[in-house]
């Protein structure tokens, strides 16, 4: 059986130390860190991540705010809201919730964001810092499972590592993570056009499954021993559950634990580090902002 690695745990224990970083923050320059979240429409699962993304932020002594508009807020709209956040000295972290409506080009507005205020990672320029292994902000998904590893004490030096998935949001930027100094391991980045997956990521000492559809990694794709990182967040239809689905990510758990070393769970791996790292971003572009001061 495979070693379940608690998300939650160590998220709670990054949130702490966020918490300690806040009040120092506040104590040295007299206001809290600030974090603005934008959401577009009333969509119930983006509303209950930006819900729980509010509270850890206020729980850690971060100033956040949600800005809520409908879906047919108009692009410009959206432009001219980033830049008064741009130009907000009390805002260090913006977050434009993804996806966004079709009539608005997700590109432009994550360009529109001052990169030192881009506590998501997704601006060209810190995703080009990110590749070129120079300070960043760094995307808080594949950020956070660096910290699992970590703090988890997974060997990652010269280790094979596959991600499963390539886009812009977690695979490549995973993938640029895991070959940086410090962590080097191996690299394979491996999606849907794959030709034999199985055969592929079954040379995995850590497997990253990031492709978005539910219970995608069978036993059969999973080196013994290896260590899976589940990503997926899918909702599948549950009559029997409360809500009417239950949450399953992009690894088949029963089957998977049977042969993993260690194994993150959904919910309760990868999801609340995110969150955490949201925060430790937030935090880092505070003081950032302090020391050199821009907008
Ligand atoms: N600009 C932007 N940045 C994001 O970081 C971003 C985004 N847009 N759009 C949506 C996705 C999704 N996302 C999640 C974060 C945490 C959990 C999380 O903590 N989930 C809990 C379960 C929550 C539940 O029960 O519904 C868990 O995995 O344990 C889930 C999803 C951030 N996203």
């Known amino acids: 059986m495979a070693h379940l690695i608690d998300g939650k745990a160590v998220a709670a224990a990054v949130r702490d130390e966020v918490a300690e970083g ?76 993804l996806p966004l409506p079709d009539h608005i080009d997700e590109a432009a507005v994550i360009r529109a964001i001052d990169p030192a205020k881009d506590v998501d990672g997704f601006h060209p320029e810190n995703v080009g810092k990110l590749v ?72 995995a000492d850590i497997l990253v499954a990031a492709i978005g559809r539910a219970e995608f990694v069978t036993a059969d794709m999973v080196k013994p021993g290896a260590t899976v990182i589940d990503v997926g967040i899918n909702r599948v239809e549950d009559a029997t559950r409360e809500r009417g689905y239950r949450l399953t990510g992009d690894v088949d758990f029963e089957a998977v634990s049977e042969v993993a070393g260690a194994l993150t769970p959904v919910p309760g791996g990868v999801g609340p580090m995110t969150i955490a790292m949201l925060l430790a971003n937030t935090l880092e572009a505070a003081r950032r902002r302090a020391t050199r001061p821009a907008g």
Not at 48 to 60: G, Q, T
Not at 64 to 76: G, Q, R, S
Not at 148 to 160: C, I, K, Q, Y
């Open 132 to 203: 070129l292994g120079e300070e960043t902000l760094e995307p808080c998904t594949p950020a956070g499972i660096v910290e699992m590893l970590r703090r988890t004490n997974v060997e990652t030096s010269g280790a094979h590592a596959v991600v499963l998935g390539r886009s812009n949001i977690v695979g490549k930027p995973m993938a640029s993570l895991l070959l940086r100094r410090g962590l080097d391991c191996t690299v394979t980045v491996c999606h849907s056009r794959t030709r034999d997956l199985a055969q592929v990521t079954r040379q």
């Open 22 to 97: 806040a009040a120092a923050f506040e104590a040295a320059h007299g206001r809290r860190p600030g974090l603005r979240v934008v959401l577009l429409g009333d969509n119930a699962a983006s509303q209950s991540y930006v819900r729980a993304k509010a509270r850890a932020a206020d729980a850690a002594g971060i100033d956040a705010d949600t800005l809520l508009h409908p879906d047919t807020l108009p692009e410009a709209d959206l432009l001219a809201l980033i830049d008064q956040l741009n130009a907000d000295p009390a805002v260090d972290g913006i977050l434009v919730q």
